[in-house]
């Protein structure tokens, strides 16, 4: 049987007693079980990161945004990341080490393009602390239980504004033709980002009945 999950020791640590764990109740299988190699001689594990577009593997770091690619510095190895406990602190670290400022946002790619699906995830549960300096700081696993589609796209930019403004949305509602029903007061709702005129739908995640109001008058009605 599984005795530990969630194992986390922190960059302090002297000892396993210092760890943190969950003992019991794991939302774990054996494919999951961790092996390990150990030796008298250690340094660290050491990471370049790039940005490539996500269908044509061009290498796009100098645009700022694209599918996030971990290369290891003493091996061949090259591939994505996963976004299991990847947070904005993570992403901004990352786009420093590229030469950026700061992390304007970060998402994963559904579904997977052929490109993505070709490629090994070689990182997976990054996190870096509030105050890291360097991706040695941050702790990993190059063991994964992730698929493609949770691979993370990351944009950078080069000032804090640029990372502090916020998006503006233009919302509509459609039908399953995604013909237009606005003014029905009905449908899918859509949303259209003014920066990049990207469209899509809304996930449900944290969405409420305020949420919904807010929207409504968007649209012109009352609620």
Request: proline letters at 2%; hydrophobic letters at 30%; charged letters at 25%.
């Amino acid at each position: 049987h599984i005795v530990l999950d969630e194992v986390k020791c922190g960059d302090e640590s002297m000892s396993f007693n210092e760890c943190s764990y969950k003992r019991m109740g794991t939302n774990c299988a054996h494919s999951e079980d961790v092996f390990l190699m150990c030796d008298d001689e250690c340094s660290p594990v050491e990471f370049t990161f790039s940005l490539k577009d996500a269908t044509s593997g061009v290498d796009v770091t100098s645009s700022g945004k694209g599918l996030l690619i971990a290369s290891h510095n003493d091996s061949d190895t090259e591939g994505t990341v996963c976004d299991d406990m990847f947070t904005l602190p993570t992403a901004t670290l990352i786009c420093q080490t590229m030469g950026y400022t700061c992390a304007r946002d970060w998402f994963v790619s559904r579904p997977a393009t052929e490109l993505q699906s070709s490629m090994d995830i070689v990182l997976d549960n990054v996190d870096c602390p509030v105050n890291a300096t360097q991706f040695g700081n941050c702790s990993f696993e190059m063991g994964h239980n992730c698929h493609h589609s949770e691979d993370v796209m990351l944009t950078c930019k080069h000032t804090i504004a640029e990372c502090e403004r916020k998006d503006t949305f233009n919302f509509l509602l459609v039908d399953e033709n995604l013909e237009d029903t606005t003014v029905t007061g009905s449908g899918l709702l859509m949303a259209r980002r003014e920066e990049d005129d990207s469209t899509g739908t809304v996930c449900d995640d944290k969405f409420n009945s305020t949420s919904a109001d807010i929207i409504c008058k968007e649209l012109g009605f009352n609620c």
